[in-house]
């Protein structure tokens, strides 16, 4: 009998043991593929990631959750003894503590969002090297905590409500289409970050400058109606402010945004979630190999 012969007999001999199927992970063919099928059947660690992330954070602190509390609570009477009481600034007719936390609000949420989710995919590098799963739950996880933070920074506003008199209008209906856009806005840029953060260690040093003078640009301390009208349409390219005078329209019932602005606010947002969302998925399979 020829070797051939014996070789061909020998690979079509069945096998005692059953053959476990084998699956290899790689990347999509499409230049872009959102995989909505994979992010629906990984859905439940989404939630473990965020209550993870939740324990993390409070666990073994000393002030815990009152941290969620304070932070706002002391920045806004810093504004309002440096902006309020000695710059004397404008508050289009609010008391001016409550006009800058009203600011304050959506303003932690986005910077406490952003921070957290662009440095997500570091702070879990070693989750990434071991298990496969979808890396957009690390800054969408980060970002969903940061809602807590802006429920107790809530309490803290509806006292200090009852302490000025001031009763809710109908436009607080409209609070959670705001809270949404800030959310979005941070997970945009979230996306972005934390995908250039990867690549270069040193955006990691960037990000608190970014925020220190993306702050100055948002009308947290200073109403919108300060800057005039012909810059309005370019000023609010800077989508927070859209969502600080929305906050401030749906709890104070003080002017609300302009179509220009909000519409200027909405299609940056959309760009930098679309475009940031590209750029991490066409990173998402090589981030275990840089890390």
Same mark, same amino acid.
């Given at each position: ?95 001016? @503590?409550? =006009?800058? #936390?009203? *600011? $304050? &609000? ?7 969002? !952003?921070? /957290? ?58 609070? @959670?289409? =705001?809270? #949404?856009? *800030? $959310? &979005? ?7 972005? !970050?934390? /995908? ?65 602005? $909000? &519409? ?7 760009? !930098? ?19």
């Amino acid at each position: 009998m020829t070797a051939k012969l014996i070789k061909q007999r020998i690979e079509t001999r069945a096998s005692p043991y059953p053959q476990k199927p084998s699956f290899v992970l790689g990347p999509s063919n499409r230049w872009f593929s959102l995989e909505l099928k994979a992010l629906w059947e990984y859905r439940e660690l989404l939630y473990f990631l965020a209550w993870r992330d939740v324990k993390v954070r409070y666990k073994q602190t000393a002030l815990g959750i009152a941290w969620a509390i304070l932070q706002p609570l002391l920045a806004m009477l810093a504004f309002t003894l440096t902006f309020g009481y000695l710059g004397k600034m404008p508050s289009d007719g609010s008391p001016y @503590p409550i =006009f800058a #936390l009203a *600011a $304050l &609000l959506p303003w932690q949420l986005f910077s406490n969002a !952003l921070s /957290a989710s662009s440095n997500s995919l570091l702070v879990n590098g070693r989750v990434i090297a071991k298990i496969y799963f979808p890396r957009l739950f690390l800054p969408l996880s980060a970002v969903a905590v940061s809602l807590i933070d802006l429920l107790c920074s809530l309490v803290v506003f509806l006292g200090m409500m009852v302490y000025y008199h001031i009763t809710p209008v109908p436009a607080v209906l409209t609070l @959670p289409f =705001f809270v #949404l856009l *800030a $959310l &979005l806005s941070a997970l945009a840029c979230g996306l972005w !970050l934390g /995908a250039l953060m990867v690549q270069f260690r040193d955006v990691q040093i960037v990000i608190p400058f970014l925020l220190q003078f993306w702050l100055l640009m948002t009308p947290v301390a200073y109403p919108t109606s300060m800057i005039p009208e012909k810059w309005r349409f370019i000023y609010g390219l800077n989508p927070m402010v859209g969502v600080v005078d929305g906050f401030r329209w749906a709890l104070l019932g003080q002017t609300p945004p302009s179509w220009n602005t $909000l &519409l200027a606010s909405c299609i940056v947002t959309a760009l !930098l979630f679309f475009s940031g969302f590209v750029y991490f998925k066409q990173l998402e399979y090589s981030i275990a190999d840089i890390l």
